[in-house]
């Protein structure tokens, strides 16, 4: 029979989240890496008992912890991250130019076909490889060099490269996102990006229709149609049809286009999810209650999916790496709160229920659908 | 023989409880103590000092003999006591944060 293996990261902790194909019985580990920022985990597609971790903490700086066994032991691997040359500098808070300085891994991407290759999201944004399962790590320089980085500024959170998606039917396709740059893609392997932000508009910004310098908060994909992408931008959720080349929103009927992440159904592409937060100065859902959003359309109408979900007094926020869905029938639907719950559904979003409540914040959420 | 005391999340990281006895050559200094360290726990590289600039990570403090030693240079001479193993080299987390 079939399982699930829910990979959660959280401000204390990383904890693996067990589960037969009905999702009903859950088995919990954890906390791995106890009292350590966990900004993500994820497992390879290629192999899935081998695991990353990226663990962090403002006194000891960052550590990647790799798994052979699907989360029951660990072993730190390298954790280097040196920018390529000198990194320049970026657009700073008040408009002065600032050095690059890495923080953090803020997301890790393992390859599609080989256990030993994972792509490093980081902030002070940049991308970085490893093609020795996490021992050593190389930055692909193309992204920061190609341009526009003297543009880039941070956002609240720090300027983070947050997203990395894989092209399943294009080895050299890659697509990245950047908080407060915007989307890049790459057709070459990451030798070369180039920013894919036509048609979005940011009223904060001084041109609001510039090339870079947009909050884009998640992008997601179906594997199945990698050209077509959504967006969940600081403001407006967005669409491309065309692999970034062009946006349009499709907001539609949702209570507020402000909001985290977004993700895709895995087995209907015109199938999205999004969680509606109040505003950007008040992050939390409107009105006391937690909805997720579910459109059929690709977006523009939107239906609440509130069955099992708090319905009031609910403060809690969704981040933009905290959502994520199985490739079981029907599939399941998974995110994780600032106030450590974990929520799963599934049936695609019709009705919830926590799997845990009680966790500390979760940064992430991934989901591994074993045989 | 040169002892070292780690904060509890290095002691995790390096897969060690208690102090942990260094032998160190040639001058007993901050320098040669971390990097005495960092060979024999490779995995503490990058946590407590800067990867390429060795600078102190900001949050991390080094004591010795109830001196506060953070802010004296990498390559000055721990105190005698340090050197012969009667007291430890501390290094302290901040106490700092949630």
């Known amino acids: 029979m079939s399982a699930v293996r829910v990979l959660v990261g959280t401000r204390k902790g990383a904890f693996v989240l067990t589960a037969d194909g009905s999702r009903k019985r859950w088995d919990i580990s954890g906390p791995h890496f106890a009292g350590w920022e966990i900004y993500h985990a994820k497992g390879s597609p290629a192999d899935p008992n081998r695991l990353y971790a990226s663990q962090s903490s403002g006194w000891f700086g960052q550590m990647i912890q790799r798994s052979n066994d699907g989360g029951k032991t660990w072993e730190p691997v390298g954790n280097e991250f040196k920018y390529d040359g000198v990194p320049g500098t970026h657009m700073w808070f008040d408009g002065t130019q600032h050095p690059w300085e890495f923080k953090r891994v803020w997301q890790l991407e393992p390859s599609l076909t080989d256990p030993e290759t994972v792509y490093a999201g980081v902030e002070d944004a940049a991308i970085f490889r490893t093609v020795d399962g996490g021992k050593s790590w190389q930055e692909l320089p193309g992204l920061r060099e190609h341009g526009s980085g003297p543009r880039w500024q941070p956002g609240a959170g720090g300027m983070c490269l947050h997203t990395i998606l894989l092209d399943p039917s294009d080895p050299g396709r890659m697509f990245v996102a950047i908080s407060a740059a915007g989307a890049f893609r790459t057709d070459d392997g990451g030798v070369s990006w180039r920013p894919i932000n036509r048609g979005l508009k940011s009223n904060f910004m001084p041109e609001p229709e510039a090339e870079v310098g947009h909050c884009v908060h998640r992008i997601a994909m179906h594997p199945s149609r990698p050209g077509v992408l959504f967006m969940q931008k600081h403001w407006d959720v967005m669409r491309s049809d065309d692999a970034g080349d062009s946006w349009h929103e499709v907001s539609g009927n949702l209570p507020t286009d402000f909001g985290f992440p977004i993700d895709v159904h895995a087995h209907e592409p015109e199938t999205i999810y999004v969680v509606p937060i109040k505003s950007d100065s008040e992050h939390y859902p409107p009105e006391g209650k937690l909805r997720v959003y579910r459109s059929r359309t690709g977006g523009n109408e939107w239906e609440p999916l509130t069955n099992g979900l708090p319905q009031s007094n609910c403060y809690v926020n969704v981040l933009r790496n905290a959502m994520a869905v199985d490739s079981l029938d029907s599939c399941g639907v998974y995110f994780g709160t600032t106030g450590g719950q974990v929520y799963a559904s599934a049936d695609s979003g019709d009705t919830w229920a926590p799997i845990v409540r009680d966790l500390p914040a979760v940064l992430s959420v991934e989901v591994q659908t074993l045989p | ?98």
């Open chain 2, 1 to 98: 023989m040169i002892r070292v005391v780690l904060p509890y999340h290095l002691r995790t990281i390096a897969s060690v409880s208690g102090e942990v006895e260094l032998n160190v050559e040639g001058p007993v200094t901050q320098r040669s103590v971390l990097d005495a360290l960092e060979a024999r726990y490779p995995t503490l590289r990058g946590t407590i000092r800067d990867h390429t600039t060795h600078q102190r990570r900001a949050f991390l403090r080094f004591f010795a003999c109830e001196d506060d030693l953070s802010h004296e240079s990498p390559d000055a001479l721990l105190p005698d006591a340090v050197a012969s193993g009667t007291e430890p080299f501390l290094i302290v987390g901040a106490i700092a944060g949630g």
